[in-house]
């Protein structure tokens, strides 16, 4: 049987940006809708926005006042915002006092002067603020409670019938969910202002919406100049799993890619975790070079340097970023504020991915991110960041992250933020005690589904960025920080040799052109048995002479498998 | 301020809208309630009776001490009280441009709260069919 076609409900924009995205696609038609939540949760504003976005000439939008807000203060304070248009009021927008009727403490006079003035101006939307006056002063507070529910009925019931979209706007508490307003109304919308310390937040739930799939959760809102703004919780995405083509992004630092297995899966989350010092910016930012350089497009997020700053240190490494700016090929993002929220701040990292297009995003730190938060957002932050890295990977962008290294334990310690959870790949920084030296070695200590290198290699910065050294082969504990020059003795590959000539070609391996005292140093043998050794060698062909004639190199072994 | 300012025009317009030719105190007494029923049909629906009443008080006290005529008069209720009394002891015109004043004064105090452009749009609107007539019929005179 073919199926009927349905007759979708048309949404409206609410004008507040966000919110759209929040209730599923928009503010559904005709619906008889709930603002609540506490004072100064911003529900006025909210109504207002909505009205001017909604209202037009031949619809306008009616604004009933009650007992709730003086007129005179909504217009003197709303009109400050960008959205309120001076010009438009009379018109488009018209407010209406009822506080004499209210007064009267006679319901059935508010909703005649209700149904007077909508059936006259015919609006398109219709709001009485504050609702809750009607119950603490009329008939609920007198114990009438009957009668104020037979009246939000009917008013739901006329608006409902005289194709108006409304909005109620009242103070409620989570005690008042059995309010029969609530089960009335179509949609409720709540918000909600907490202080924590020095930090206000103030967030939106979509409690019901009927008939669409609302983003479940609270979302931050945040009130500019411009009105309200929400910032959807970014819902997770599942993860794509590797390029179809196997595509890998060169890291931009030579040989690392080789040690990665040729470079970072495109779409990968990777975690460059080390001390401070180490070059994790450095790392980020060569990452970013590379991907410029190959045209594509990058965004990065920095919390504890100014982009002037940033941007000029990054010139010292021979990578023009300010260029990349300027052509907008690259955006970067400051975020210093404390009373930041997490989904702004990834709603600004998202929306500039998108405008930009980029393949590339670096989040340096996430240490400096957490801190810039409110600490009420601290709670959700894993969480959050976990929604952002899905969100981006899942449409194949590539995240690279920092993370300082916190203690000094022989296991790798990541600080707080459950590193393997979030990411696919990490690559572990750390500072390592060499013959009385600091060095700075790296490892790939994980790559999801994907070969790597299990060595540790020596890295410098220099004035043109990261240069990888040799490997540190031989050496034992070198997550400890004091590697311990340790050489296996693979007998069963040399037959023939002895134990103490096995340790002293494996050393000549690792120490070409040594001398004997050298070695007898390293080895810590006596010089009289290693010139044996040595001239043993040097008769079966494992050695020869190096530079000089008191020097020795390990020679190509001969095969003994 | 300006005596050509969009305030006074705006108030001086108001006013005369309903007090050209009330040259006698019984006149200007009913010009004055016209003017005042036309308000709160207007702007009264906009920002209550009560805040209109407030806000013609607060005109009213304002200028007073510039206009002797007016000192006999009150607010009450969103009208003026006493109009007519005060044309008979100090004449119609003296009266009728502390009226003025007044109206000037309501303007600008409601533009200091909601903004110029805000305020002249609310004190000019025009009221609702049916309060229009309610206005008229509360009008004594």
């Given amino acids: 049987m073919a199926e009927r076609p349905r007759d979708p409900i048309e949404l ?95 319901l059935g006079q508010v909703l005649e002067r209700i149904v007077a003035e909508v059936e006259r101006t015919t609006p398109s939307i219709v709001v009485i603020d504050s609702f809750r006056t009607l119950a603490r002063s009329g008939p609920a507070a007198s114990g009438r409670q009957f009668e104020l529910e037979q009246f939000v009925q009917r008013l739901a019931l006329h608006l409902t019938t005289w194709s108006v979209t409304s909005f109620l706007v009242g103070e409620y508490t989570d005690q008042e969910v059995r309010n029969p307003i609530f089960t009335v109304a179509d949609g409720i919308l709540w918000l909600f202002q907490a202080v924590d310390r020095n930090s206000v937040v103030r967030k939106l739930q979509v409690i019901k919406m009927r008939g669409l799939a609302t983003m479940p959760g609270l979302h931050t809102i945040r009130m500019t100049d411009d009105g309200l703004q929400v910032f959807p919780r970014i819902p997770e995405r599942p993860k794509h799993g590797a390029s179809p083509q196997g595509e890998r992004m060169s890291t931009g630092i030579a040989g690392l890619d080789d040690m990665m ?296 072994r001969p095969n003994t498998s | 301020m300006s005596s050509s300012s969009p305030i006074t025009t705006t108030a001086g317009q108001l006013w005369l809208a309903e007090a050209a030719g009330a040259d006698t105190p019984e006149a200007l007494a009913a010009a004055s309630d016209r003017l005042c029923a036309q308000l709160r049909a207007g702007l009264g629906n906009w920002i209550g009776g009560d805040g209109l009443a407030t806000l013609l008080q607060r005109a009213l006290d304002r200028a007073a001490p510039a206009h002797p005529a007016l000192a006999a008069l009150t607010a009450r209720r969103g009208l003026i009280d006493g109009v007519a009394a005060a044309a008979l002891a100090h004449g119609p015109a003296a009266v009728s441009a502390g009226i003025l004043a007044v109206v000037n004064s309501l303007v600008e105090l409601l533009s200091r709260l909601i903004g110029e452009e805000l305020a002249l749009r609310l004190v000019v609107q025009h009221p609702p069919r049916r309060d229009r007539a309610d206005a008229k019929g509360s009008s004594n005179g």
């Fill in chain 1, 12 to 106: 409206l924009a609410t004008g507040v940006p966000g919110l759209d995205e929040v209730l599923g696609g928009g503010l559904p038609e005709y619906s008889f809708n709930l603002i609540a939540g506490g004072p100064g949760a911003g529900k006025t504003t909210l109504a207002l926005q909505t009205m001017f976005a909604i209202a037009s000439a031949e619809r306008p939008a009616l604004y009933f006042t009650l007992l709730g807000e003086p007129t005179l203060k909504l217009l003197r304070y709303q009109r400050q915002f960008s959205f309120f248009d001076a010009a438009r009021v009379g018109t488009e927008i018209r407010f209406i006092n009822l506080s004499e009727e209210v007064l009267l403490d006679d």
């Fill in chain 1, 261 to 556: 297995g040729g470079g970072i899966p495109a779409g990968d989350s990777i975690v460059i975790a080390g001390p401070t010092g180490s070059g994790k910016t450095t790392f980020g930012t060569q990452f970013v070079a590379e991907g410029l350089r190959s045209g594509e497009s990058a965004v990065i997020a920095v919390f504890e340097e100014h982009p002037d700053e940033y941007l000029r240190r990054t010139k010292s490494y021979g990578v023009d970023l300010a260029e990349a700016v300027r052509r907008d090929k690259l955006k970067i993002i400051y975020l210093r504020p404390l009373d930041l929220s997490v989904d702004e701040t990834l709603e600004e990292i998202r929306s500039s991915v998108r405008r930009l297009g980029a393949t590339r995003v670096v989040i340096d730190s996430l240490s400096g991110f957490e801190m810039a938060l409110a600490p009420t957002f601290r709670e959700d932050f894993r969480e959050s960041l976990y929604r952002l890295v899905s969100a981006l990977t899942g449409v194949g962008v590539t995240v690279l992250m920092t993370v300082e290294t916190v203690g000094d334990q022989g296991d790798i310690q990541f600080s707080n933020y459950q590193v393997s959870f979030l990411t696919d790949d990490i690559i572990m920084q750390r500072y390592v005690e060499i013959e009385g030296q600091l060095q700075k070695v790296l490892a790939v200590v994980k790559m999801r589904g994907s070969r790597h290198s299990r060595d540790f290699r020596a890295y410098e910065i220099t004035a043109t960025g990261i240069h990888l050294g040799e490997l540190l082969r031989g050496y034992d504990a070198i997550s400890s920080g004091i590697p311990k020059l340790e050489v296996r003795l693979p007998e069963a590959r040399f037959p023939g040799l002895t134990r103490g000539e096995v340790l002293v070609l494996e050393m000549l391996t690792l120490v070409p052109d040594a001398s004997t005292a050298e070695l007898a140093q390293r080895i810590g043998a006596p010089l009289g048995e290693l010139e044996a050794a040595v001239g043993r060698l040097l008769e079966l062909g494992y050695v020869s002479r190096g530079a000089a004639d008191d020097r020795y190199r390990a020679m190509a």
